[in-house]
């Protein structure tokens, strides 16, 4: 069946410090992927994006990777701060649909 | 520019009442997709619309219902509420292009309590 998991529920980190954020996903006809921020009471915000020909793609202060062979997405914040402190979902997309099915999040608290 | 806007913010209704939330999509996107999100839960897909029909739909019953206008802004009704519908309720807007899509981007929800 469909099913986007996370490894970790929370990760904490201090400020300064890299964080990796990872997801294990299940459907080998999954073709683009998003990772998404959620703040308390608020929608989630689009962070990156990746479709599944690529391996590797950049943003500012974020890097996600994509493997897969072993069915495996990681998002990396570069020098994490105070206000990167949120819920952290990936989700994926099946080829075809244009539905994202996401996993339950991993919350990201990061000390000053 | 104007992301995706979605009213009302909180909403209060009884279990057995109607209810309807209303979502505008991003400029330039023509595709209106629903979410419900429990607390602490990943956002759950209810369905999509596109040309003003539903083109997908996720596991929900047929209480919850929709619908898209010409100008691309969209209605998710929910009938007859339960308990278990309370939650925020997610509209995300995008466009496909050449069969792929982008611009996949959520508004901040409207926080349904059914009591």
């Known amino acids: 069946g469909e099913s986007v998991g996370l490894h970790l529920p929370t990760l904490s980190v201090q400020e300064g410090d890299n964080s990796i954020i990872n997801c294990a996903y299940s459907?080998?006809?999954?073709?683009?992927f998003i990772w998404y921020k959620q703040e308390s009471g608020k929608g989630p915000q689009f962070i990156i994006d990746i479709r599944s020909n690529m391996d590797k793609r950049q943003g500012q202060r974020v890097t996600v990777l994509l493997n897969k062979t072993v069915k495996h997405l990681s998002l990396q914040i570069a020098a994490t701060q105070p206000g990167d402190s949120a819920v952290y979902f990936c989700?994926?997309?099946?080829?075809?649909?244009?539905?994202?099915?996401f996993g339950t999040g991993t919350r990201l608290l990061v000390s000053p | 520019d104007a992301g995706v806007t979605q009213s009302p913010t909180h909403l209060i209704k009884t279990r057995g009442q109607q209810v309807t939330l209303r979502c505008s999509p991003k400029?330039?996107?023509?595709?209106v997709s629903w979410y419900q999100q429990a607390l602490g839960q990943g956002p759950q897909f209810i369905f999509q619309y596109y040309e003003e029909e539903e083109r997908q739909r996720g596991n929900f019953p047929d209480r919850f219902s929709g619908h898209q206008f010409p100008n691309y802004s969209s209605e998710l009704n929910v009938n007859a509420l339960l308990l278990g519908d309370s939650a925020l309720y997610l509209c995300?807007?995008?466009?496909?292009?050449?069969?792929?899509?982008?611009?996949?981007?959520f508004g901040s929800g409207t926080r349904l309590t059914v009591v």
């Open positions: 459907n080998s006809a999954s073709d683009y």
């Open positions: 989700a994926e997309k099946l080829t075809g649909f244009q539905k994202l099915v």
């Open positions: 400029s330039g996107h023509d595709t």
């Open positions: 995300a807007s995008s466009w496909v292009g050449t069969g792929k899509m982008y611009g996949y981007t």
